[in-house]
């Protein structure tokens, strides 16, 4: 009887009216949670009864069902936070995150260190990213991330660079003494550098003009650092030749001396260059580095490549996900970048809660690499992605949907009205 398919009809609206209630629902409570996905419910109608054969039209409805429910995958607002680990992408990325149930997807970059070191979400899944070389390069290695606790070795110094401007207008008068270098020398400064156990050492550098475009230099330390030196008075360590260009420009750099052999176990015979710059003679333009004009001698800059052993005071995430450490001996190094994943059909992703997904059949493989990639978005440091629900839509639709049910259970009451007459007519 056609009657009784109306009340079929009438439950299944219910039921799906009932069940997109239930995904608004999930979409209202999630209204804060970071990178979560508003969803949708999309109805489909059930295969109809026709009157006329496959001839088409005259058929009549069945009722509804819910055909699938769909992420809306637009982005979400991005809020600044003061946490250095917060992370959020700006595209169609996933973070990575490997833990006990296998490797899974997110969108939350609300991450910490745990007490190994480990970068983890909430839910101590770790975080996976591209690992860096001992020379801080990144590599193309996918792996956890995470930061050394253990203390970083000294890394003896191999060249100090000088860029000085040595006064022309000086006369050759002064003869070099060690004795008295300070009174005999027509300039001084001085440089740190490091042993081969991280011990800072200063090295005092005394220049002599000897002739028109042609100076001498010493490199002088206490002597109660060198081995056979004398406490209280200073040591020959260094010594050399420059010679510049009529115009001023190095023109050539000799360096006759180097006997670094400090005391306390540390590396004899250390190896160190004393860098004055790019001289002509080696095929250099004189144009970087130490110079002959006619102003006072001065220090403008050095750099040496040495440092003290150390161990990690501060870590920051850039903008391009790289993650760097800042040491208590004053270098920084990059550990290792943020990998993010991106999806042919990211709508299909499974979710597996936690804010976390897992890749399914129809979502395809992950691509993986580095952030700003092909698409795969762009990470903002100190930053975190906020929900996608928008309450007053939400709201809308479950007005929408409870006047639905409403409807559908009107339905059903008219049904059961008519049943009754039909009952009645016994009498």
Do not use: C
């Not at 009784?4 to 629902?25: H, K, N, P, R």
């Not at 070389?133 to 000088?162: S, V, Y």
């Not at 109660?224 to 406490?231: F, H, R």
């Amino acid at each position: 009887m056609g009657i009784l398919s109306s009340l079929y009809t009438g439950v299944s609206g219910l039921a799906a009216q009932g069940e997109a209630l239930g995904v608004i629902g999930d979409n209202i409570a999630n209204a804060n949670t970071v990178g979560f996905k508003a969803s949708r419910a999309e109805f489909q109608d059930i295969i109809s009864k026709s009157l006329k054969g496959i001839l088409g039209g005259n058929q009549i409805g069945r009722g509804v069902k819910i055909g699938a429910v769909n992420p809306i995958l637009v982005q979400g607002n991005v809020d600044a936070t003061e946490k250095v680990t917060d992370l959020a992408v700006s595209g169609d990325g996933y973070f990575k995150v490997r833990g006990s149930d296998g490797e899974s997807f997110s969108r939350d970059g609300s991450f910490h260190f745990d007490r190994e070191g480990y970068l983890v979400t909430n839910d101590n899944q770790k975080v996976q990213g591209f690992k860096a070389d001992e020379k801080g390069q990144i590599i193309n290695k996918l792996d956890d991330i995470k930061f050394p606790r253990a203390m970083i070795p000294a890394k003896a110094t191999a060249e100090i660079k000088m860029d000085l401007n040595l006064d022309s207008r000086v006369e050759p008068t002064k003869k070099f003494n060690l004795e008295d270098p300070y009174a005999t020398s027509h300039y001084s400064t001085g440089v740190e550098m490091y042993d081969s156990q991280g011990n800072k050492h200063l090295v005092s550098f005394f220049f002599n003009k000897t002739a028109d475009r042609e100076w001498e230099y010493k490199g002088l330390v206490d002597g109660k650092e060198i081995a056979g030196g004398d406490e209280g008075k200073l040591s020959q360590v260094a010594a050399g030749k420059l010679t510049f260009s009529v115009d001023g420009k190095l023109q050539t750099q000799e360096m006759t001396e180097s006997t670094f052999n400090f005391k306390g176990g540390a590396l004899q015979d250390q190896k160190i260059k004393i860098n004055f710059g790019d001289d002509i003679a080696s095929g250099g333009k004189g144009l970087d580095g130490t110079k002959q004009y006619g102003k006072n001698s001065d220090m403008i800059s050095w750099i040496q490549d040495g440092a003290g052993a150390g161990t990690i005071t501060g870590l920051s995430f850039n903008d391009e996900g790289i993650l760097t450490a800042v040491y208590s001996n004053g270098l920084t190094a990059d550990l290792a970048q943020i990998a993010l994943a991106k999806f042919e059909n990211p709508e299909a992703l499974f979710k597996v809660g936690n804010n976390r997904l897992k890749e399914s059949r129809d979502s395809g493989g992950p691509s993986m690499g580095a952030p700003g990639a092909a698409g795969r978005g762009k990470i903002y440091a100190k930053s975190l992605e906020r929900s996608t629900v928008d309450l007053a839509t939400e709201f809308v639709n479950m007005i929408q949907n409870q006047r639905g049910f409403q409807a559908n259970s009107k339905t059903i009451t008219t049904t059961d009205e008519l049943l009754n007459e039909i009952i009645q007519l016994k009498r």
